[in-house]
């Protein structure tokens, strides 16, 4: 038995200087509960370790846990360091220890307690370096598992189905032998078409095909089959190698009832089916109260409120209305697109003619008169109002004061009002059958039946001299201010809006002006005498709206778009305005046009008149530039203010910025509704974004896509959501916060056409509509679903920093091309002094003689360029004159 410990190290040492010759107590067992009588824990420092040759995972590892130390050792490290040898609780064991050597155990998994362990007896040495092999149990005889054999087989009628669906040969075999002449081996084969029935021992082979004009279904099958109980099928992840068709015969293992009777009656499944039942009953009226297998993600839309789209709502535009009508729309594609900003549900569509063919400036178009349709989803087979037009309308806008009033360029160049007041009740209330409202007709096909009313345009704007240029983009200017004819903003008295900005091709962008010239002004009383000698407006007369401008109408001032490094002038296509927002401070013109004036009088268009810029207020806070896209894929930032040059002459502004930042016709310009400065830009196969107060180039660019960008708007309700047309009839919806180098979602096929406009509208915060114009003339409303109009909380300023963000980045990338491109030149100009004394000299003769030979053999290429399209005559005789 193992000694008793002492309690301490300090004890044992102090007790040691009172009395040398007394014995140092040993351990007893029970001082060290949980491990053998013939082992003793121990810890063993650095240091011991060190001198003994025992340290943990280099000479004692988990593999080779055993270290035999000498006895003697261990009573020198007892003699020398006394009560601190870590061996000094086992004095007593040692000395009494009866052989040389003593077992010490590397305990890695602390068994007992510490990382180290003595061994105290020489049988529990042995005993741990030579474990004892484990007996085999004896096996007998009766114990063996045997295979179990097989039951002996009971016929049950299933062979009687086999052996008749089985296929027995009722006949002998054919024996075909083929041979060949001997002269015809190794002869060159040639082969030739030949006809199948010329010959006897041609071949043709019919193969089978599906005939579409019929199909047969079959009713009836004959097959055998076995009838057994419902059982559990089960499979393992095994191969099937060699497969072999196999018929089993089986039927199913069940208890007897007296195994039955046991098992229901036992305990356990007693406490079974009691511990379980309530649980079974609450689910069961769980799910007959709530749908237990609903989505609540799905449902409330939780998930777009926290800004977390991992488990993604639905994204599927869903078709709301298709409108169309072959009266109207047979051989003609849309080309301009506006929702009406008040009454729900109408909209209206331009619609151009695709196979117009002119002949000459006094003969007339060859092709359907060109009209503007409105639809309305009270009555989507029937449109609801035609406006009719001079000329095929590329762009047309409702004026955002006083929505009866419609603005729209021509391709011819002029500009085109409309007065749709006696028609808002027929729109307000247009009901399927409604004939009460009916007024003139537009006959397309002589056609009596036809009950759509048309309203004719009001004023059209001169026709311009010399080439006629489409107007391409028409936009109202704000009611917030006016521009003079210099293009400077003055506050609006009237504060509605009065002026209309346009665009064409050939180089201009105009501003227009609605009221009655200053030089056509009348007198207070003349005004009063019109105003109560005004014939009523009647639906089948022309509104006298803007009958001063009719025919006369011309522009305010123009502005041309000179290019910044060369000369010639851009063709703009499309461009954007910043919308102004009246700061509040108005003057004493707008207070005393307030007072005078009332609400009836400022909405009645014939009775405004053009005030003297001297008597307006200059506003300073207006932002007069813009951006405007060309024909040829260019962005160019720009300012309307004429500028006076040397002479005193007004002339346009030089741009600021230009970027070609698309390969083909810039389609699209539109502001962000919620950043005044973000401007998106669409235009031959991609996209771009771009800041204001950033010159450099767009912060944003999409990748190349396969198809075309046809068209693109902002989300009136996201600002991180944009939706692009494309030219295949898809549309793509684009997250900046998820993705900017892929689209969110694609909505394929959702027609067969180009796309060709894309519109949003708001009807309530829970109901978001998408219109979609293609190249057939057809017009398709969507409805938005919520994971693409709910916003994040913190959607706004992500974004904002998204685009800061872009702009850093691309402000560093342009340092480092520039450094680049300064760093290339100094090395071309090193390299190329370095070897300028290695080039020979040329002589004045010799330059001559090269001079001459390129200047003959470019008059040679001239000449034979001439002479190929037959104008070498032609030019010789003007170069002789």
């Known amino acids: 038995m193992a000694p008793k410990r002492p309690k301490s190290r300090r004890s044992s040492a102090g007790s040691k200087g009172k009395d040398k010759d007394k014995k140092t107590q040993p351990p007893t067992p029970q001082d060290k509960p949980g491990h053998p009588d013939d082992i003793f824990p121990l810890v063993l420092t650095s240091a011991t370790q060190e001198l003994f040759g025992c340290r943990t995972d280099e000479d004692v590892t988990r593999e080779s846990p055993y270290k035999l130390l000498k006895k003697d050792n261990i009573i020198q490290d007892i003699k020398t360091r006394a009560a601190v040898s870590d061996f000094s609780p ?268 002119q002949l000459d400036e006094s003969s007339a178009l060859i ?94 704007s001169a026709l311009q001299s010399g080439r006629k240029a489409p107007i391409t983009d028409v936009q109202w200017l704000p009611q917030t201010f006016e521009v003079t004819r210099r293009g400077l903003p003055m506050e609006n008295m009237y504060k509605v809006s009065v002026q209309v900005v346009t665009c064409s091709p050939y180089s201009t962008i105009m501003f227009w002006d609605v009221r009655v010239p200053q030089l056509l002004n009348q007198s207070l009383s003349d005004r009063q005498q019109n105003v109560d000698q005004k014939t009523p407006i009647t639906p089948y007369s022309v509104p006298a709206t803007f009958e001063h401008l009719d025919r006369t109408w011309k522009p305010l001032f123009r502005i041309s778009l000179p290019k910044i490094n060369n000369s010639g002038e851009y063709a703009p296509f499309k461009f954007s305005l910043q919308h102004y927002a009246c700061n509040g401070n108005t003057g004493k013109n707008s207070e005393k046009a307030h007072e005078n004036d009332s609400t009836e009088d400022i909405t009645d268009y014939s009775q405004l008149r053009a005030p003297s810029a001297q008597t307006l207020t200059a506003l300073e806070d207006v932002n007069t530039k813009f951006y405007f896209g060309t024909q040829d894929g260019e962005i160019v930032y720009t300012d309307w203010k004429l500028e006076k040059d040397d002479s005193g002459r007004l002339h346009s502004a030089k741009p600021l910025l230009c970027f070609r930042a698309h390969q083909g016709l810039v389609n699209t310009i539109q502001r962000s509704p919620f950043f005044k400065d973000i401007i998106l830009t669409t235009g031959g196969w991609n996209f771009a974004i771009w800041k204001e107060d950033f010159m450099d180039g767009p912060i944003v660019v ?157 008059l040679t290429l001239g000449e034979n360029v001439l002479k190929g399209v037959g104008l070498w005559p032609a030019a010789a005789d003007t170069g002789n004159t």
Not at 98 to 127: M, N, W
Not at 202 to 221: G, P, T, V
Not at 376 to 388: C, G, K, R, V, W
Not at 759 to 785: C, N, Q, Y
Request: glycine share 4%; aromatic share 8%.
């Open 702 to 858: 999409s990748p190349s896509s396969e198809q075309q960008c046809t068209v693109g708007c902002w989300s009136l309700s996201r600002p991180a959501v944009f939706f692009i047309g494309k030219e295949d009839g898809s549309i793509e919806v684009w997250n900046l916060l998820e993705n900017t180098s892929e689209p969110a979602h694609i909505h394929a096929h959702i027609t067969s056409a180009k796309i060709t406009c894309v519109k949003p509208w708001t009807v309530s915060p829970k109901l978001h509509f998408l219109a979609v114009t293609d190249d057939l003339g057809m017009l398709r409303v969507f409805e938005i679903p919520k994971s693409l109009y709910i916003p994040s909380r913190t959607e706004s300023s992500s974004v904002m920093k998204h685009f800061e963000l872009e702009k850093v980045m691309l402000k560093n990338y342009l340092k480092r091309d520039e450094m680049w491109v300064k760093e290339k030149k100094e090395a071309e100009e090193l390299k190329k002094k370095t070897q300028e004394p290695d080039k020979p000299v040329k002589l004045q003769h010799e330059n001559r003689e090269e001079n001459t030979k390129e200047h003959s053999h470019y």
């Open 367 to 460: 092709g359907r008169p060109a009209i503007i349709v409105f639809y309305s989803f009270s009555d989507p087979s029937n449109p609801q109002l035609l406006l009719e037009c001079p000329d095929d309308i590329s762009a047309f806008e409702f004026n955002p004061s006083n929505p009866n009033i419609i603005v729209g360029g021509c391709v011819t160049g002029q500009v085109v009002l409309w007065d749709i007041s006696a028609h808002i009740a027929h729109l307000q209330g247009a009901q399927p059958g409604d004939k009460k409202a009916t007024t003139d007709i537009l006959d397309l096909d002589d056609n009596k039946e036809n009950n759509t009313p048309v309203a004719r345009y009001c004023a059209v």
């Open 90 to 357: 086992v004095k007593q064991i040692v000395l009494d220890y009866p052989e040389e050597e003593i077992l010490l155990v590397f305990d890695r998994s602390f068994t007992y307690g510490q990382c180290f362990y003595l061994v105290l007896t020489p049988e529990a040495k042995d005993r741990i370096l030579s474990p004892p092999e484990p007996e085999t149990p004896e096996v007998f005889e009766s114990e063996v598992s045997k295979t179990p054999q097989p039951k002996l087989w009971i016929s049950l009628g299933s062979e009687q189905e086999i052996d008749e669906e089985s296929v027995t040969e009722t006949r002998q075999k054919l024996c075909y032998k083929f041979s060949r002449v001997r002269r015809k081996f190794g002869v060159p084969v040639c082969f030739s078409d030949r006809n199948t029935a010329a010959a006897k021992d041609s071949y043709l082979e019919c193969a089978s095909y599906q005939d579409s004009r019929f199909s047969i279904k079959q009713m009836q099958r004959d097959c055998g089959m076995q009838a057994v109980p419902r059982l559990q099928s089960s499979s393992a992840q095994t191969q099937w190698r060699f497969q072999k068709n196999i018929c089993t015969q089986y039927y199913p293992r069940e208890l007897h009832e007296e195994e039955i009777e046991s098992t229901t009656q036992a305990e356990s499944q007693r406490n079974l089916l009691n511990s379980v039942t309530p649980r079974v009953l609450q689910a069961l009226q769980q799910e007959e109260i709530i749908n237990v297998f609903l989505d609540d993600c799905k449902a409330l839309g939780t998930l777009a409120e926290t800004g977390d789209w991992s488990g993604k709502v639905s994204e599927d535009l869903v078709l709301h209305y298709a409108f169309t009508d072959q009266k109207y729309t047979k051989d003609k594609k849309v080309s301009s697109i506006n929702w009406h900003p008040t009454i729900f549900g109408v909209i209206a569509v331009a619609l151009t003619d695709k196979k117009k063919v």
